[in-house]
Structures are given as C-alpha cells and as structure tokens.
C-alpha cells in the first residue's frame, strides 16, 4: 500500500501483508518499543560512522541529537549503517567506491520502513553518494554534515588539513623540510573531528547541499566541535518530522535553476573540482544536465570572493565566523534564481533575507574587491580534450595559463611513481606533465592523483609549480597548474591515450583550449596500435568497467541513470 506510514511502509513479502506488519512488530518489541512509539512515523538515519573515517568521529553524538529531535517532534527515529567513505583510508580511492555508496544508501531508503530521512555524511565523496541516492529513492531527506576541523595553532602559525599537508610535503620533498620536522607537522595537521579544515571538496559540498535547500545554510560551515553542531543535527531531526507531514522529493529541489545556482555558488567559493564531478552525477539523477560551456559563461561572470584556502588564506572556521554562507549568498544574490525553495518551501531570497548582521570582509570579499573578478573554475575543449576538461585557475598560476610545450607522459600511477624522482628522468621546469590511464574507467578508480609532484630534481631547484595535466582528479586541497578529467579518458581511447612524451601541448585559458599539437597520420598510426588495458573479470570492478561514465556526465554508473541511462 503506498499511502502506508512508519513501519506498514515497505512490507516484507510472505504473501501476506498483515502477517508481515505483525511479524516486523514482533520483532520491533524485541528492541524494547512500545507499541505508541511503533505507531509513530518513522525517521531513518543514515549512519556513516566508522572506525575507519576519523572525519565522522562525531557521528555518533550527532546522530544522538537528530534522534533528540525527531522524538521532540513527534517522530520514532531509526538509525541504520551504510558505506562510509574516508579518502585515506580506501584502495584505490573513495570516488572508486561512490557509487557503490549511493547503490547501498539508495537500496536501504528504498527498502526500509521510513517516511523521511536524515542523512549523515561529510567527508568528500559521502555527501554526494547520499544525495545521489536520495534524489532516486525519493524519500524526502535532509542532508547532516560532520562540519569542518578547526585550525591547529603550531608555532605561530595555524594548520589544517589538507592543504597545509601539501605545502609541508612539497617543502619535505625538495629539501627544505627534515625528516623530523615533517614528523613534527603530521601529528599536527588534523588535530579535531571533522572534514578538511579549509575550502576542499568536503566543504564544498557542504555549501551546494546547503545552497540546493537540503540543509540550513548555517549549517554548511558549523564546525565539527562547536555545540551549534549538535544544534543544527536535532533541527535536522525534526526538520524530517516536517517533511512527513509535508513531504518535498529530493528531487524536487534538484532543478536546472538550483543546480545553476549551486554552480555560482562553487565558482564564487573558489571551490573543489571535484564538486563539478558531483554535482552532475547529482543532477543527473534527475535528468538534469551540467554544460561545461555554460560553466564558462558562469565563470567569466561570477568572482571568487572566498578568501580561503587552498585558493587564499583562511579556514573553514573563519569563513563560518565571518557571515558563512549567506554572507556569500547575500553578495551574489542578483546572480542567483531567488525562487528556488527549500525542504520548507521557503525561497532562496527569504533564505537569503537581508543577509547576516556581520560580514568579516577579510574573509568574504564584497564584489567591488574580488579575490578574482571571475569564477574558479573554467572548462577546456580540444584535440586533447574533445568532451572537455576542467583547470581551477583559481589555484593556478596565471603565467602558466597560455603555454605551449613538450610533454612528459607517464602511462600509469606505478610508471609515475617509478619514475618521477628518476635523476635520468629527462624534464625541465617548462615541460608539460601528463598522467594517463587513471580515469573513471581505470584500475586507479579517478584518484586525487591529478596534482603530479614536481620531480625532486626540479623541486630541489626552487620550482614550485608547472602544468600537469590528466584524466584524474585532485584534491579540493590542492592547488597548481593542473588540468583534471580529460574526456574521454585514456582507457576509453580518448586523444590522451595516444600522447607520448616528446609531444607538444598547447595549454590556452583565454581561449579555453587544450591541443595536442601531433598530426593526424601519427594519431592514426598510434591509435592503430593502441588497445584498451584488459577488464576486471568479477565483482564491483568489473561494474564498474562496463557502467561508469565520463567526467563530465558526472562519473556515475549509466543504469543508475533515470531510465536505466537508455
């Protein structure tokens, strides 16, 4: 029965529903339920705690605080476990493993007895798992960060991940860094519970969730520690309790106006790639598609005005302290389609309302002083790149955005590791490093392998940047002349499968080009030549392989897609 509540939702299949609904509450008694509380509608809550993701450390007491207010609300909350992904702690990589995420989060909203459901997540490729799944299952749901790590003062300085664990490790890595200091600096880079500490992918994410209407938009940027934390999870609770009474699909909010917004917002943040990645597999669960030419056209109109880091100086904790995300919202407003609603119903312009009482303009920039007077992100399309590629500019170096030069290819992760502290290796700071065969469809799984490291023997020379480019990803942490998610990939046959160092590229941000400058006769020999690396023969790699899309379509398996990707 669809007009089913609590737990007649979902009926197990004997063949005979009361004989299913009196067994579930059998067993729901064992638990220790009255039978008033089993009468209730019912909260799930999505658990993405693990020993094995310090980012949700404090999952537990906030899953404490959503049951806190769904109770209060009149709500019977369950909490229940799925995938938990941490960056770190996963071979070959979490993105590898975000779509198996959304599968499980999907199948267990879908299945399970609840009549909404809060989502708890926050490291980098959890929120969009849940979003995917939640935009599927179509369960009215409300989004849960974790929230942001606080900074670490050490030694006058203050020092987050992951951003400050780069900077360190490049410096170790050319010279300037003892092997004791490094060891000093690990054991004082993340020093809290909580996601990434400054504007990376987790964060990112954080505020398009919030910008989208899944979460309050104070409740992107709470820290992980601060008690207003707690505070935002009960709200959470019963803000799922609301949307039993009124439901909203997630959807519903997942529009080509909200998601057009929630790009303005990623450009202004001076936010992650990665989040492009997740936004149109988000969207795509809707049928809703990201144009990288679009995403131009909104860049060359949208500043960064977020002062953090990897692209400026602060952390998150500054950014929540100086106004957060209606400050932002606030100065972007005319940019925005105001009437975009949230789980309540209320628009973005009410959301918004005349901003909040303080804005540090340190931290939060007003649009006449930008950070940059255009958008952190820009689409490339070319010979090398005929379905696009992405390039932060934001992070980059602005005297390496036209360049053309030879090529240095590494066919692999393990080629590059063998081979890019090699003192025979053959390369000079103005040489252009390419990484292939580590897209969506490799073995690598789409890592944050994208940001190559500068060869020792140049690092140790004082260079600090150069043009790298792949069919990876990087981190939202990260920063450099870095060219992500060439499309199609390597393993797909793309052009990029067929460089070979010795080649040029012409690199062009003003033209939003990248071309691989080889004649068609050499191409056409080569790809002659070439044949794709051998598929998985079981399991989820195998999926994988036959499934998964580019980049630019959001990197999600094609029969998750709203048809079955037909």
């Known amino acids: 029965m669809t007009d089913a509540k609590g737990l007649g939702r979902n009926a197990a299949n004997y063949g005979d529903r009361d004989f299913a609904l009196y067994l579930r509450r059998s067993f729901a008694k064992s638990m220790g339920y009255s039978r008033e509380a089993l009468d209730r509608p019912v909260v799930g809550i999505a658990d993405t705690g693990s020993d094995l993701n310090n980012c949700h450390r404090t999952a537990p007491e906030l899953i404490e605080a959503v049951k806190r207010g769904v109770l209060m609300a009149g ?10 992904l941490c960056e770190p702690f996963l071979s070959p990589c979490s993105m590898h493993y975000r779509n198996l995420m959304a599968l499980d989060t999907e199948a267990m909203i879908a299945a399970q007895p609840m009549d909404a459901v809060v989502l708890v997540g926050g490291c980098d490729k959890t929120v969009p798992a849940q979003l995917m799944a939640a935009a599927s299952a179509g369960v009215p749901a409300v989004q849960l960060v974790v929230g942001p790590m606080s900074a670490n003062r050490f030694q006058g300085e203050r020092l987050a991940a992951c951003t ?3 900077r360190y490790w490049a410096r170790y890595r050319a010279g300037e860094v003892s092997q004791a200091r490094i060891e000093e600096v690990e054991g004082s880079l993340a020093t809290t519970a909580g996601t990434c500490g400054v504007m990376g992918t987790a964060s990112t994410m954080a505020c398009i969730a919030a910008t989208l209407g899944f ?113 932002l919202l606030h100065e972007i407003r005319d940019l925005l389609h105001l009437d975009c609603a949230d789980l309540d119903g209320r628009s973005l312009a009410e959301r918004i309302g005349d901003g909040p009482a303080f804005v540090d303009r340190a931290v939060i920039k007003p649009r006449g002083a930008p950070v940059s007077p ?12 005929p379905e696009g590629a992405i390039l932060k500019r934001s992070a980059a170096t602005p005297a390496l955005f036209e360049h053309e030069a030879r090529c240095v290819v590494f066919d692999g992760l393990e080629d590059l590791a063998r081979r890019i502290d090699d003192e025979a290796l053959e390369v000079t700071p103005s040489d252009i490093l390419i990484l292939k065969g580590a897209g969506p469809l490799s073995a690598a799984g789409m890592p944050e392998a994208g940001y190559l490291p500068i060869p020792k023997k140049l690092a140790r020379q004082g260079v600090k940047d150069m043009v790298r480019m792949s069919d990876c990803r990087m981190s939202g942490t990260a920063f450099g002349t870095v060219v992500l998610h060439i499309a199609p990939e390597a393993v797909a046959g793309g052009p990029l499968a067929l460089v070979e160092t010795g080649d040029r590229v012409r690199l062009s941000v003003a033209e939003r080009r990248l071309d691989l400058l080889v004649d068609e006769a050499t191409l056409a020999a080569r790809r002659a030549r070439w044949s794709p690396p051998p598929a998985p023969a079981r399991g989820w790699d195998a999926l994988v392989r036959r499934e998964v899309l580019q980049a630019p379509q959001g990197a999600d398996l094609r029969f998750l897609l709203p048809g079955g990707g037909a």
């Open 75 to 84: 709500g019977l909350p369950l909490a229940f476990p799925t995938i938990s």
């Open 164 to 166: 400050d664990c780069r």
């Open 215 to 327: 979460m309050p938009l104070e409740a992107a940027s709470i820290p992980a520690t601060h008690a207003d934390r707690l505070r935002a999870a009960e709200e959470a609770g019963a803000q799922a309790v609301r949307l039993i009474h009124k439901p909203v699909p997630p959807a519903a909010l997942i529009t080509e106006k909200s998601v057009e917004n929630a790009l303005r917002v990623l450009l202004a943040l001076g936010g992650s790639t990665n989040a492009l990645v997740h936004l149109a597999a988000i969207a795509g669960r809707c049928g809703v598609a990201v144009d990288y030419r679009r995403l131009n056209a909104l860049s060359d109109s949208t500043p960064v005005l977020v002062d953090l880091k990897p692209t400026g100086e602060g952390y998150m904790e500054d950014f929540h302290a100086a106004g957060g995300m209606r400050a």
């Open 374 to 385: 255009v958008g952190g992100l820009v689409a490339l399309f070319g010979t090398l790149a």
